[in-house]
């Protein structure tokens, strides 16, 4: 997590005794891009030098912001929280695979079965569809991004990967969450007319089942 640095994309690779440790976490704070719901994050510089000679901030908002992992429970009741899992699961063999994706397209089991370096039992899987060079404050990068669904997140499960990272919007195709018609939504109701005018379907025809790629 940066806080206060550059708003720009960072990424930081450090070498230490033979071993590459790859730094994904993106800037935190005031203007970051948020996924849209709320609340936002803003933060508050309640006493800084010059006046009171120390440096003190309050941030106000939610967890689900930023740069983040998410645990069962925040889909599914009565499951484990982040606390829950043992530190040494977070580390292990990793695979980052190049699956380019555009507007609204889906990550696919043949999708997956086909990537390389292979896929493999036990892996922690990052996924690059190339959405990162538009990660911005935009409907570019929210509401018409590609995503995962219920058959390449279950070839997953099936896989036994550790986890899954994306440079998505989500951890679900956007048609799969309050965007459009599923849980709380539609808070975009206007992307259901769009994805009608574009496909000739109902977004809920490809995707009936909300936030399969969470749960």
């Known amino acids: 997590m940066l806080v206060g640095r550059s708003r720009t994309m960072t990424s930081e690779t450090i070498t230490k005794d033979g071993v590459k440790l790859y730094n994904l976490s993106q800037f935190w704070g005031h203007h970051m891009p948020e996924w849209p719901s709320t609340p936002g994050v803003n933060v508050h510089v309640r006493k800084f ?7 003190q901030t309050e941030f106000e908002g939610i967890m689900h912001r930023g740069t983040h992992m998410d645990a069962p429970i925040h889909v ?38 086909n990537a390389r ?52 919007q989500s951890n679900d195709h956007p048609m799969a969450t309050k965007l459009v018609d599923h849980g709380l939504g539609p808070t975009h109701p206007h992307l259901i007319e769009e994805y009608k005018a574009e496909f000739g379907r109902d977004p809920k025809d490809d995707f009936p089942d909300w936030e399969s790629g969470h749960k």
């Open 76 to 113: 599914t009741e009565n499951t484990p929280d982040i606390l829950d899992y043992d530190l040494w699961r977070f580390f292990g063999t990793g695979v980052a695979v190049s699956i380019p994706k555009g507007r609204w397209e889906v990550i696919t089991a043949e999708d997956l079965e």
């Open 49 to 55: 030098h010059a006046k009171d000679g120390i440096y």
């Open 117 to 168: 370096p292979k896929i493999q039992e036990g892996d922690m899987v990052m996924i690059n569809t190339g959405m990162h060079t538009k990660m911005a404050d935009t409907d570019d990068y929210y509401a018409y991004s590609p995503g995962i669904y219920t058959e390449g997140a279950q070839w997953l499960v099936d896989k036994k990967v550790k986890l899954v990272g994306y440079d998505v």
